[in-house]
C-alpha cells in the first residue's frame, strides 16, 4: 500500500527566502507525481505534474524533483512571496491518486 | 476554459440525515473522480468513473454513500443516511487521458463542498 509522507508539517518563512518541501513515499513503482497548492477553503490548484519518466519540472519560482530510487520528491519555491502561503500537497498515482497530508506554508512581510 | 463546477459549496445538515452534491467536470473529460478530506489530512479517492462507468470504488462506504455519472458528464455524490465522521469537503476532479509514451493524467479539481453534520 502507498504511504505518502510531507515534511515538514508547517512551514513559517519570511518573504524573500528560498525554501523546499519534501514529499516521500513508500512504492517506487509510481507513475505520476503531481504537486498542488490549496487555499483555504478552497480546492486544489494543480502545480506541477512530473511523469514517471522525468526526474523534474519548473515552472516560473517553483521547480519540482523526482527521485524514485530514494523515493522523494522536493518542491523548491524561489524567492517566496506572502501570496506563496498556502497548504501544499503532493499526490502520486497515474489515476487513483495517493495523496500526502500537505505542509502548511506561511510567508511573512 | 471553464473549471470543474461543484455545488453547494456549503451544506450543513443533522446526522441521519441525507445530503447529494453536484460536480460538472470540464467539457471533454471522460474521467471524474470524487475525493473525501477530513480535516488536516489528504484528500482520499472515493470513486472514480470513466465515462459513464465505475473504475474504482473500492473505498465508497457503499452502505452509505452511492455515486452515479448518468450520460457520462455530471455526476452525483449521495450520503443517507450522515454519520457525524462524514464532515469534510468533497472535491470533485476531472482530467482528459492523452495517449501515446507520454501519457498525462494531471487532474483538474472544482472548488468542493464543505459538509457539516452535526
Known amino acids: 500500500k502507498q504511504e505518502v509522507t510531507q515534511i515538514p508539517a508547517a512551514l513559517s518563512v519570511p518573504e524573500g527566502e528560498n525554501l523546499v518541501l519534501n514529499c516521500s513515499f513508500t512504492?517506487?513503482?509510481?507513475?505520476?507525481l503531481q504537486w498542488f497548492r490549496q487555499d483555504p477553503g478552497k480546492g486544489l490548484t494543480s502545480l506541477l505534474l512530473i511523469q514517471s519518466s522525468q526526474r523534474e519540472q519548473t515552472s516560473g519560482r517553483l521547480n519540482a524533483s523526482l527521485d524514485k530510487s530514494s523515493g522523494r520528491s522536493t518542491l523548491y519555491i524561489a524567492a517566496s512571496q506572502p501570496g506563496d502561503s498556502a497548504t501544499y500537497l503532493c499526490?502520486?498515482?497515474?489515476?487513483?491518486?495517493?495523496f500526502g497530508t500537505g505542509t502548511r506554508l506561511l510567508v511573512s512581510p | 476554459e471553464a473549471g470543474v463546477a461543484q455545488s453547494p459549496r456549503y451544506k450543513i445538515i443533522e446526522k441521519r440525515q441525507s445530503v447529494a452534491f453536484w460536480c460538472n467536470p470540464i467539457?471533454?473529460?471522460?474521467?471524474l473522480y470524487w475525493y473525501q478530506q477530513i480535516l488536516g489530512q489528504g484528500p482520499k479517492l472515493l470513486i472514480q468513473f470513466q465515462n459513464n462507468g465505475v473504475v474504482d470504488d473500492s473505498q465508497l462506504p457503499k452502505d452509505r454513500f452511492s455515486a452515479e455519472r448518468l450520460k457520462g458528464v455530471d455526476s452525483t455524490l449521495k450520503i443517507q443516511p450522515a454519520k457525524l465522521e462524514d464532515s469534510a469537503v468533497y472535491l470533485c476532479a476531472s482530467n482528459y487521458q492523452s495517449v501515446g509514451p507520454d501519457r498525462s493524467y494531471e487532474q483538474y479539481f472544482g472548488p468542493g463542498t464543505r459538509l457539516t453534520v452535526t
Open positions: 499526490a502520486l498515482g497515474f489515476q487513483k491518486l495517493v
Open positions: 467539457s471533454g473529460h471522460a474521467t
Open positions: 512504492d517506487s513503482a509510481i507513475y505520476n
